[in-house]
């Protein structure tokens, strides 16, 4: 693979058409959107939506025990609650490519970013448990589709610059995570408030809307040309594929372990000695420490023929890190942080990896589906698995083994994934 090229090699492209093109839409007449005003605009919303991805989740998760307290969620709510992210993520992601192949990916991402907005607004407004569920799912739903189309949209816009381009959005959603998690509980407390807390995030989803109106409304004039112009793309089916599969699992035991990070790392350092001011400083390290490695890992794997080296690479620092908090938890801990936050740019090398192994937006958005949706079913084993081994045995030697066994499945699916292919050519 050849390195993607300078600022002065080549401008960044636009898409000859705002459809989903395929095989079949190569005689398609082109409509040009320049430069400034379609590949710069696409960029600004893509960051702007990045920023979004994550803070209605981590938010929450901030403020879980005083929304339970406000709305009266039993235990058993709260636990749905919180496993909710993951059923939407696999749930309705996979609904993606339908939607997409019925509307230009513009519009459906104004109508994504709509309903986070909504949803955000209106479960800090009731008083119902059954509508905070309802409401809490309608955002995650936006959430979801969004999740699945911003491979596409780099696929379609940057395919010069996927690594760059991949790496500028997961840094902005691994800094939009860390923001929300990190602000929501003084944003409460400064308005006397869980939901002002929670609601502030509805803000910046609106602000997210407005880069794609214009988009859309360019998008549907340019489908419509299309479609009288050329015949359907050709379908694709990651599912039946070799490469669709291991992309999933590759997805799904690098998303296991994170949530199971992301859930259980401050109770470690907890069990090992430290105070939970000092155990939660810990955990965000591991969130602040990914953002530069968000940002570099897609160009480094956009420079590589071969993924192999990256895939080995991140599973040495994963490995090191677990073994590190099973045998000595408390002094080295910033070390085993360090190498938390390396071993999870997992995350951002199999987002850019979804544009690499694609030819068309239309294969990329059908294996971004795929691999996301499969993948969040395994990744909520995860923090619930780890939470059973944590409770039977009494210690993290047998949570921290069966993560060493999701690494090793990881590791396995990456070597599959790290040759050059694409989807197209397996379907």
């Known amino acids: 693979m050849t390195p993607p090229p300078t600022a002065t090699e080549a401008p960044i492209a636009a898409p000859t058409t705002d459809v989903t093109p395929g095989p079949a839409l190569a005689a398609a007449p082109a409509r040009t959107v320049s430069p400034v005003r379609g590949g710069a605009l696409v960029l600004v919303g893509m960051l702007l ?13 901030a ?34 490519p339908w939607l997409v192949r019925r509307w230009p990916a513009a519009r459906v991402l104004v109508l994504a970013m709509l309903a986070l907005t909504v949803g955000q607004v209106l479960r800090v407004v009731t008083d119902s448990a059954a509508v905070f569920v309802l409401t809490s799912a309608l955002a995650l739903a936006g959430i979801a589709v969004a999740n699945i189309l911003l491979p596409m949209l780099v696929k379609q ?25 990190a602000s ?6 400064a308005f006397g408030s869980w939901r ?34 050329a015949a359907a793309p050709a379908r694709v089916r990651p599912g039946r594929t070799r490469l669709g599969w291991a ?33 939660g400083l810990l955990l965000a390290g591991v969130t602040a420490l990914g953002v530069p490695v968000a940002l570099v890992m897609p160009t480094l794997a956009g420079r590589l023929r071969t993924l192999r080296p990256l895939v080995l690479a991140l599973t040495v620092f994963s490995a090191a890190s677990y073994l590190g908090l099973a045998v000595a938890p408390h002094g080295p801990a910033p070390l ?28 990329t958005v059908a294996l971004s589906a795929f691999a996301q949706s499969t993948g969040y079913v395994i990744a909520a084993l ?5 939470g059973i081994l944590y409770e039977v045995t009494g210690g993290w030697t047998a949570p921290i083994g069966f993560l060493l066994v999701a690494l090793a499945v990881q590791t396995t699916a990456g070597m599959v994934i790290a040759r050059p292919r694409y989807i197209e050519d397996e379907c």
């Open 49 to 61: 939506v990045a920023l979004n991805l994550r803070a209605a989740v981590t938010s929450l998760g």
């Open 63 to 96: 403020l879980l025990d005083e929304v339970r307290g406000g709305l009266g969620l039993s235990g058993t709510m709260a636990g749905f609650v919180t496993t909710l992210p993951t059923i939407a993520f696999a749930g309705l992601g996979a609904l993606t």
């Open 157 to 181: 816009y940057f395919s010069h610059r996927t690594g760059l381009v991949t790496g500028a959005y997961t840094m902005t959603l691994t800094a939009g995570t860390t923001v929300a998690a």
């Open 184 to 189: 929501a509980v003084p944003v409460a407390h």
């Open 196 to 229: 002002a807390g929670l609601g502030v995030w509805a803000g910046l989803a609106a602000v997210a809307v407005l880069p794609w109106v214009p988009l859309a409304l360019r998008a549907g004039r340019a489908r419509r040309a299309a479609i009288l112009a």
């Open 247 to 279: 992309m999933a699992i590759y997805f799904g035991a690098q998303s296991l372990s994170g949530y199971a990070i992301m859930g259980w790392l401050a109770q470690l350092f907890r069990d090992a000695g430290y105070s939970a001011e000092t155990a």
């Open 336 to 363: 085993w942080v360090l190498l938390l936050a390396l071993g999870q740019g997992a995350f951002p090398l199999i987002l850019t990896t979804i544009g690499l192994r694609a030819r068309t937006s239309e294969g």
């Open 382 to 386: 995860g923090p619930l698995l780890v």
